[in-house]
């Protein structure tokens, strides 16, 4: 089905100016970017994104490493939108993503995995709502 998920490119690939790369592999997949902004979040913010990890023992080192420069994010549509962005993302943990996924070839460690992709039909429909309004999605039909 035709499917919307929400991605973000992280500080640390920001910061190894790979945001373009990171855009042209999903383009090359067939997603398309229908909504798009560069921020820096707030603590508040990415507490708030990542509220389901609140009790994991990485969370303080999540929110610090996420609001430690800007980030991009993205809604991503196209078939198997969600799936396809986790193929295209590897594993969480760039020491176990398979070659030639964005977190092997940018990734330094499981903190600084260079992107978050949505893990659920459930959690994009969310984490789109989270940074965009319907009025900032631009289908392009
Ligand atoms: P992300 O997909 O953004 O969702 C939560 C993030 O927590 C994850 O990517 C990792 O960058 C980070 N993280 C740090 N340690 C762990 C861990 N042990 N398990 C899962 N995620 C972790």
């Known amino acids: 089905a035709n499917e919307r998920t929400l991605s973000i490119i992280k500080p640390d690939a920001v910061a190894k100016n790979v945001i373009g790369e ?5 383009e090359k997949a067939g997603l398309q970017i229908v909504a798009a902004k560069m921020m820096h979040l707030t603590q508040e913010q990415a507490e708030g994104f990542y509220a389901e990890h609140k009790e994991r023992p990485f969370f303080n080192d ?6 430690s420069g800007p980030v991009v994010v993205q809604a991503l549509e196209g078939e198997g939108a ?11 943990n760039p020491k176990e993503a398979e070659a ?13 995995n260079a992107v978050h ?5 459930a ?19």
């Open 123 to 141: 959690s994009a429909e969310r984490e789109v709502a989270y940074f965009f309004n319907d009025n900032e999605i631009c289908p392009r039909g």
């Open 100 to 112: 030639g996924t964005i977190r092997a070839d940018f990734a330094s460690s499981i903190d600084a």
């Open 82 to 92: 969600i799936l396809k962005n986790r193929e295209l993302m590897g594993a969480t």
């Open 22 to 26: 990171i855009y042209s592999r999903f």
């Open 117 to 121: 992709g949505s893990d659920s039909a």
């Open 62 to 67: 999540l929110v610090a490493f996420m609001t």
